[in-house]
Each structure stands twice: as C-alpha cells, then as structure tokens.
C-alpha cells in the first residue's frame, strides 16, 4: 500500500472551509456505485472530491468512536467482561489505525482498497482496486490484511514524521504484524481463551494499578492508547475538520467530541430483563 508523504497528506486533509451537504457519504456505499473501468480517481474530479469528503469524516468519526471505545472499555475491567475488554479495545486500535491511514490516502474495506497512485499537490491521484492485497502474502481475513497493509504502508511512508514516543504504534507487536487480530478472535471466539483472559484478571489485576497490568488484555491496552494518540497527533497537526458530528451536539467541535465520549451511559438495568437471566 502506498501513502501519501508529509507534505502530500497535509495537502490531502485540508480543512473544509464550509459544510458540503451530499458530498459526505458511506465510502463503501460511493465504492460500490462507481463503474468498474474506474480505477483512478483524480483531484479536481467529482469522485476524487466526494472519495476525500467521505475520507476526512470517516477520519474523525474513527477517531471519535475509538476514543470512545477506549473510555468504555475502562468499565469492564471485571473477569466476567475482561473478553470483551479486549475485544473493546482492540477495536479502539483499530479504528485509530483507520484515521492514520486515512489521513495519509489509504482505505481498505472487507472486499477493496485505495491507495495513492500520485501524491504531488494540485494533481493528486488515488488507485482504487477491487480486491485486497496482503504485503506478506496473508489469506483469508480482511482484518489481517488491513494490518499487514498498515504496517507496510506506515513504515515505507510516515515513519520519519512520528513521534519517537509513539513509534512503537507502527511497529508491529511483539514483531507479529496480525497479533491483534489472533489475539482478538482467541477471546472472542475460543471460550477457553476467554475463560482464560478472565481467569488471568481475576489474579493478576490491581484496579488501583491498572498500567501495571500484564497478560495480553495489558498489552492491548498499550498498543491502543498509542494508535489513539498517534490518529490524535496527526489530525491535529493536519487540522482535520470536516463537519463530521453535525447533528450529534451542538457549539464547538471539541465540545461535541468531549461530550460524546465522556458521556454518563444510562441506567437500564432495572429495565431490563436481567433478573430473569441469573441463575437460581
């Protein structure tokens, strides 16, 4: 996967002046309707700017709903939801690591992927292919093969404009480029795995300590806080606005933001049937 450079994805992620109402919509969705002859998209096209629109609110919607991912997972640090912990977190890394590709001209859905075909300013041009690629070789598994994508693209191409206190978030884990995602599906759909990750809670956490946490629900939580904060850094440095929460609050953007992922969840359990689910 080739990505934009520095100077090329500053460019690429200028702030919209205005609200663009239509040009906004589900990348997917616009992938989908486009004519299967079309494999580039070009700037000053149509196509390229509604991609780019499309692109940018899906950056900050990404980085809202891992952020937000990331606040919840914080409450379910008992052994009971430690599985889904994990599985919370990892998809806070996850939508992180979507926003920096994104910022840097990548994007990769279940069945295609986009990447840069030329990055010069004024002429920019993005690939659009029809079926996904692994660097590595990977079959099978869209998450996997977005990784692999990840970690090659981010190395070849924004490595050097990194934080050295965030490098570690284009590095791959413990040198496993797909270690989130087997890490992922052992506790989410190996229930001896998840028994585990439970049973290792129990005994080992501290919730006064929580970065003393070890085991691999610790080391996910690591790897996510540094994908956020690394989608965070770059969105701020590039000035990322693209109207993306219109409708969800109201005054500054920020303000919407912290709104949203701070909010206090409601209490529903009286309204629900979860007495009926305990067992007696």
Known sequence: MKLFDFPEAQHFCMPLTAYQPGAGQSLSGFHQGLPKRTVLLQEGT????????????????????????????????????????????????????????????????????????????????????????????????????????????????????????????????????????????????????????????????????LRLLAGELGQQREVTERMLKLAIYFAGVFKIHSYAYEGLGAGARAKVFRELVSKKAPQLVEQSEFRDLMFR
């Open 46 to 209: 149509t196509d390229f700017n509604v991609h780019r629109v499309s692109l940018l609110n899906a950056i900050e919607r990404w980085i809202l709903f891992g952020v937000a991912d990331y606040r919840r997972s914080m409450d379910m640090f008992i052994p009971s939801n430690a599985p889904w912990a994990h599985v919370t977190l990892y998809y806070a890394s996850f939508f992180g690591a979507n926003a920096i590709l994104g910022m840097f001209g990548g994007w990769l859905d279940h069945e295609r992927m986009v990447d840069v075909a030329q990055g010069t300013p004024g002429t920019q041009t993005l690939r659009v292919s029809r079926r996904l690629h692994s660097p590595s070789g990977y079959r099978g598994g869209s998450h996997k093969i977005f990784w692999d994508n990840f970690y090659e693209g981010c190395n070849q191409a924004i490595a050097p404009w990194v934080p050295t206190e965030l490098a570690a978030a284009i590095a791959p884990v413990n040198g496993d480029r797909t270690w989130q995602t087997t890490a992922r599906n052992i506790v989410n759909y190996d229930m001896h795995g998840a028994y585990s990750g439970a049973n290792f809670l129990s005994g080992n956490f501290n919730p006064k300590k």
